[in-house]
Structure formats: C-alpha cells, structure tokens
C-alpha cells in the first residue's frame, strides 16, 4: 500500500490536513442536499495543493451532498499512503462491507448530523450494532452536529465505547460561545482520552472560532486536537488553502502547540 519514501515520511515530522474532500459532477447528489457544488474537485486538484502547500498527508471525510455515495473517495485513497478516509454509511451496514473498506484505508465513520429535518434516533439496535462495529475495527465516529446538540449525543457515543473525534471545533453557539452547554460539554469530553476534536471550519465559523480554538489549546495544552482545511470550501468557495494555515498560526502562536496540532496528533489518530 506504501512506497518506501512515503513510509519514511510517516514515521519523521510531517503535516497531515485532517478535513478536506473530493467529488465529481457525475457523483450522484442526495435529495434536497444542503449544497449542489456545479464544479468537480478531483483527488488529483487536491492532491496538488496539498504539494503546493507542503501538506504530506490527508484525511478525506465524506460530505453529506452524497451521503453514501463512497464509490469516488474509497477510489481515491486506495493504495495510497498518504490518505485516509472517513464514510457515511447507513446503520444496516454489514461487517464485510467495513473489513473491505478498512483494506482500502478507511478509518471512520462521520456521522452528519447537522440540517436534518429530524435526527435519527441513534439508540435503536440498528445503530447499537454499527456503532459496535465501528468500535470493533478500532475506528473512530466522525460526528459533525451543531454545538446545541452535544450535550445530548454524547453520552451515547461514549458509552458505545468508540474514538470519537467532532468536527468545527463543536460549532459552539455563535451567542454564547466557549459559555455554550455544548462547548463545556465538548471540553468535558475531551478529558476521557478518547475524544478528538477537529480544528477545522473556521471559515464557517468567523471570527469567533479563534476563540474556541485558543480555549481548547489552553483547556487540553494542544492534546486531542487535530488541524483540517475543509478545502475546497464548498458553499464558500472564495476561501484559500492558505488562508487555513495561516488562522492556524493566528489561532495557536505557540510554534510547539501548533506543530504538534499539525502532525504528531494526526499521526497518532490516522496513520498508527
């Protein structure tokens, strides 16, 4: 699956973007999708700008317009190295489609829970069993959801015994903030070793989400969280790949903090 120079890599001091994704026109959109991106971004775009941002490694998170529509992302990463990937999948979904998918370089999978006329009710057997088998590849959920509905979701999450790892920071309430139930509830969280916490959207966040990150930095000393760019900015496309790094920077001015943000965190996570 490696090539020699990229296995070197993986094991010295890298950058990984732990947030991005990839699709085509041809992809078959779901039904009333938040976005309808009209453009392709393809595994090789994104691939050159990974290289022309010395960014080394990815992660790759399926993204709600497609819903289980996998096909195009698992082509992707195959064989390569450098990528992994996160799904969506429905809970009917049985363990040999998850052993093939984790060959493949699958490590998760992202639960988008965020605009939906009615959240599903995740106690059900249905969800138990994947949840189950999630925790039994040794794979994480990826749980994208808006801070309001934190407190709530957890404790099932938790007790089901997986890696959880929340996407945009926990999307706290633009009002009250880091004061937020869901944002105190994601720092408690944060505390039991197995929750990570993506320092990613914060496009989508503004300028708020320097404040979060720099709340969590200070809650967790740079632990648990990982950095990811959400490129291609879909629904904000006017947003740059730099423009990533450089709120990184703003964000975590602790040349240390940061750089462990950017890669041995990731690593840990992703590529162990």
């Not at 990229?6 to 991005?20: I, Y």
């Not at 749980?143 to 709530?152: F, I, K, S, T, V």
């Not at 089901?160 to 929340?166: F, H, K, N, P």
């Not at 509830?185 to 720099?214: C, F």
Request: with cysteine; charged share 25%; aromatic share 8%.
């Amino acid at each position: 699956m490696s090539t020699s120079s990229e296995a070197a890599k993986a094991q010295s001091g890298f950058k990984v973007d732990c947030h991005a994704h990839v699709f085509t026109t041809s992809m078959p959109l779901r039904d009333n999708p938040r976005h309808k991106p009209n453009y392709s971004f393809t595994i090789e775009d994104y691939l050159k700008v990974l290289d022309e941002h010395g960014v080394d490694f990815a992660v790759l998170a399926a993204a709600s317009p497609w819903l289980d529509y996998n096909d195009y992302l698992i082509d992707s990463i195959r064989g390569k190295a450098r990528l992994r990937g996160t799904v969506i999948l429905e809970p009917s979904v049985e363990r040999y489609v998850l052993d093939l998918m984790k060959r493949d370089g699958i490590v998760g999978v992202r639960m988008h829970m965020i605009g939906l006329e009615k959240m599903p009710d995740i106690t059900t057997f249905e969800y138990r069993r994947m949840f189950k088998r999630i925790a039994d590849q040794g794979w994480h959920v990826h749980l994208h959801c808006e801070g309001r509905d934190l407190p709530d979701l957890l404790p099932h999450f938790i007790d089901a015994g997986m890696t959880l790892v929340i996407d945009h920071l926990g999307r706290p309430d633009p009002v009250e903030g880091i004061d937020s139930a869901g944002f105190k509830a994601l720092l408690k969280v944060l505390e039991n070793g197995r929750t990570w916490v993506k320092a990613s959207g914060h496009h989508r966040l503004g300028a708020p989400a320097t404040g979060y990150l720099r709340e969590l930095v200070r809650h967790t000393g740079g632990e648990k969280i990982v950095w990811g760019s959400d490129c291609p900015f879909v629904g904000q496309e006017d947003s740059t790949y730099q423009s990533t790094l450089d709120w990184l920077t703003e964000a975590v001015p602790d040349e240390a903090v940061r750089e462990r943000i950017l890669g041995p965190n990731a690593r840990e996570l992703y590529f162990t």
